[in-house]
């Protein structure tokens, strides 16, 4: 399909990183098939992870088309980009649509991004999984490959202000180990072996993140365990259900 759009964002995005002096460090990227079908599974942590999750397949120079639910297509700004990009829209009440196009889309060859917790993690942790992803790598016999990225939910997330402009924000995107899920095996326990590998992912990159929040007002970007006062995973399910996206 014609690229019409893809490319001028991905050259902005390079601008905007410089601009703003963002320390971005991809590990993995060589995970990701230079061709054929690729499910890629990504954690949720911010408004941002599609471009950061995107960003680790640059090594593979493959685009990604990523699930994202209908309200980002029909906004003014987004929407014609998202649409641009050939990225799939996720109707939540009509769901089986989006599982089709997203098939369509791996069986030509292509690279199918998911966020399984379907929703940012304001605990950021890794929630509990959807088996979407697993569902169509076993439709399609495409690779499924985790990833935990860490570091965007300082620009935008759930419950705070947008930080677009912030500068020297350190950002990782980990790429871990392709799964090769095949038939007869059981997919709910390849969603839990899923969902712990991009923890660990989520873990690693914690533990390697250089910064460290400048004072008491600034924890908040951390998960609990941490030390930090984003809400206990057990709390941001209560919130959830308060106050669904």
Request: charged residues 25%; positive net charge; hydrophobic residues 40%.
């Amino acid at each position: 399909m014609a690229e019409r759009v893809y490319p001028p964002v991905i050259a902005f995005a390079k601008l905007a990183f410089r601009a703003l002096d963002l320390n971005i460090e991809v590990q993995g990227g060589e995970y990701i098939p230079r061709t054929g079908p690729v499910v890629l599974a990504s954690n949720h942590v911010s408004y941002l992870d599609f471009i950061f999750a995107g960003w680790g397949c640059r090594q593979s120079k493959r685009l990604v088309r990523f699930m994202a639910k209908e309200a980002v297509f029909n906004h003014r700004i987004s929407g014609p980009l998202m649409r641009g990009m050939h990225h799939i829209p996720v109707d939540r009440d009509a769901g089986s649509n989006s599982y089709r196009e997203a098939l369509a889309r791996l069986k030509a060859g292509e690279v199918v991004g998911v966020f399984p917790e379907a929703t940012i993690s304001r605990s950021f942790t890794v929630k509990e999984i959807k088996s979407g992803a697993v569902r169509m790598a076993l439709a399609t016999k495409a690779p499924l490959i985790p990833v935990g990225v860490w570091g965007a939910q300082r620009m935008w997330t759930k419950g705070r202000p947008k930080e677009l402009t912030k500068r020297h924000v350190a950002v990782k995107v980990y790429v871990g180990e392709p799964m090769y899920p095949t038939r007869g095996e059981d997919p709910n326990a390849l969603t839990d072996e899923l969902r712990k590998r991009m923890q660990e992912l989520l873990d690693r990159a914690q533990r390697n993140y250089p910064d460290s929040p400048s004072g008491e007002d600034d924890r908040w970007w951390q998960p609990a365990h941490l030390g930090g006062t984003a809400p206990a995973p057990d709390e941001a399910v209560r919130l959830d259900a308060a106050k669904p996206e």
